[in-house]
């Protein structure tokens, strides 16, 4: 399975920004998917994740300005995220399992990571 993430950039404070990661290779074993993101000298943490019957779960920091939905018929899970702070600057990661439920370090499948730069 390879994981393709999209869609980040730079964008001021109170922006939006919408990740996309696009699975292929084996993508019909994935159940679980979700987004990790890691700020600039700190460690990797997660964001959001869906399982495989739609629930979700959120970071509290996410909660309110950050939706983590999927669309299986194109083995994609998107993160749309709004009202952007500089401390949501990171590489964001977005990660898959076969697992219905996202493990807590992640899933067996790794994206390469996208940089999201929120600015003041």
Same mark, same amino acid.
């Given at each position: 399975?390879?994981?393709?993430? =999209?869609?980040?950039?730079?964008? #001021?404070?109170?922006? =939006? ?12 074993? %994935? ?6 993101? #890691? &700020? &600039?000298?700190? #460690? ?6 869906? =399982? ?15 939706? %983590? ?16 702070? &500089? ?15 996202? &493990? ?17």
């Amino acid at each position: 399975v390879q994981l393709q993430a =999209s869609g980040g950039g730079l964008v #001021q404070a109170g922006g =939006s920004l919408r990740l996309s990661c696009a699975a292929s290779g084996s993508s019909s074993s %994935i159940n679980s998917m979700g987004w990790y993101r #890691q &700020p &600039p000298g700190k #460690q990797r943490e997660l964001v959001a994740r869906i =399982s495989a019957d739609g629930l979700t779960y959120y970071k509290d920091s996410a909660k309110g300005r950050f939706t %983590i939905s999927r669309d299986n018929t194109k083995n994609t899970v998107y993160l749309q995220m709004n009202n952007l702070k &500089p401390e949501d600057t990171a590489v964001y990661y977005c990660t898959a399992d076969r697992r219905g439920r996202l &493990p807590t370090m992640g899933g067996e499948y790794w994206g390469q990571g996208t940089q999201v730069t929120v600015s003041s």
